[in-house]
């Protein structure tokens, strides 16, 4: 076990849980199906999809901070980390974000991913048509291209996903005229489970994306860091006041939390 040490904390974690088959069978939250119908309202719902390793701390921290900002209901998404690939994950999202707009009148949903969990996010709505029902997705630590520590990690059909390179990242770095969702993503340059930074960043020419980059802030932290969670507090309030037209005028543009954004 002498490897994990070597790890970032996060990917330790999930090394240990395939090994030690911590994590369950793939299942999405029922909060949003056995509950109480949505209340009728102008609301945007939003889900919240987790990582691999951080499953309900992170979701709940971040339904905690987002609350009162006029957005909901939020909805935890649970996937099975390491039995499916990418992929498969993605298409357990796309049936929770169908059941909740049917739920909430059809209304569009918001998707907000935590590392792996904004690639799962960007991959339904970029390969399985999720840009029907998702105008923006927000992503906070993911690796969007990849990431070095991944070739470090065991080697699980998962985590070589996350490898530069991989079969999946080319996928998604492929022609994608077609997508309509907008994208926000929030990165590090600290971050020590994406290496290097730039590869937190959504660089595609098809995508409507903007870049948010935080100084200072390692992976675990960056989705409760006090202004990361201001800003989509922001873009949320945006959404429910404008339609989902986020950032019309300024497109692939570029910001720091707490910085005037160029």
Same mark, same amino acid.
């Given at each position: 076990m002498?490897?994990?040490?070597?790890?970032?904390?996060?990917?330790?974690?999930?090394?240990?849980?395939? @090994?030690t088959g911590?994590?369950?069978?793939?299942?999405?939250?029922r909060?949003?199906? $056995?509950?109480?119908?949505?209340? !009728?309202d102008?609301?945007? *719902?939003?889900?919240?999809?987790?990582?691999?390793?951080?499953?309900?701390?992170?979701?709940?921290?971040?339904?905690?901070?987002?609350?009162?900002?006029?957005?909901?209901?939020? #909805?935890p998404?649970? &996937? =099975?980390?390491?039995?499916?690939? #990418?992929r498969?994950?993605?298409?357990?999202?796309?049936?929770?974000?169908?059941?909740?707009?049917?739920?909430?009148?059809?209304?569009?949903?918001?998707?907000? +991913?935590?590392?792996?969990?904004?690639?799962?996010?960007?991959?339904?709505?970029?390969?399985?048509?999720?840009?029907? &029902?998702? *105008?923006?997705?927000?992503?906070?630590?993911?690796?969007?291209? +990849?990431?070095?520590t991944?070739?470090?990690? *065991?080697?699980?059909?998962? @985590?070589r996903?996350?490898?530069?390179?991989?079969?999946?990242?080319?996928e998604?770095?492929?022609?994608? !005229?077609?997508?309509?969702?907008?994208?926000?993503a929030?990165?590090?340059?600290? $971050?020590e489970?994406?290496?290097?930074?730039?590869?937190?960043?959504?660089?595609?020419?098809?995508?409507?994306?903007? =870049? #948010?980059l935080?100084?200072?802030?390692?992976?675990?932290?960056?989705?409760?860091?006090? *202004?990361?969670?201001?800003?989509?507090?922001?873009?949320?309030?945006a959404?429910?006041?404008t339609?989902?037209?986020v950032?019309?005028?300024?497109?692939?543009?570029?910001?720091?939390?707490?910085?005037?954004?160029?």
């Open positions: 002498a490897w994990l040490a070597r790890l970032p904390f996060g990917l330790a974690v999930e090394g240990m849980g395939q @090994l911590w994590l369950g069978r793939s299942q999405v939250s909060s949003a199906v $056995d509950g109480e119908p949505a209340r !009728a102008s609301r945007v *719902p939003v889900l919240l999809v987790h990582g691999l390793a951080d499953r309900d701390w992170v979701v709940s921290c971040l339904e905690q901070g987002l609350g009162g900002c006029g957005a909901g209901p939020f #909805v998404v649970t &996937y =099975n980390g390491f039995s499916p690939d #990418v498969t994950a993605a298409q357990v999202l796309g049936e929770q974000v169908e059941l909740t707009a049917g739920r909430c009148e059809g209304r569009p949903v918001v998707l907000i +991913g935590y590392s792996l969990g904004g690639l799962v996010a960007r991959y339904y709505v970029q390969r399985l048509g999720g840009d029907a &029902y998702v *105008p923006l997705v927000v992503t906070l630590a993911t690796p969007h291209g +990849g990431t070095a991944a070739l470090l990690a *065991p080697p699980h059909p998962l @985590l996903q996350l490898r530069p390179g991989s079969e999946i990242l080319t998604l770095a492929g022609p994608a !005229a077609g997508c309509q969702s907008r994208f926000v929030f990165y590090s340059d600290l $971050d489970a994406v290496v290097p930074a730039a590869r937190g960043r959504i660089d595609h020419p098809d995508l409507k994306a903007r =870049n #948010v935080v100084p200072g802030v390692g992976h675990l932290t960056l989705p409760l860091h006090q *202004p990361v969670i201001d800003e989509v507090r922001a873009l949320l309030t959404v429910g006041q339609g989902f037209d950032f019309p005028a300024d497109r692939d543009r570029q910001g720091r939390t707490g910085h005037a954004e160029t």
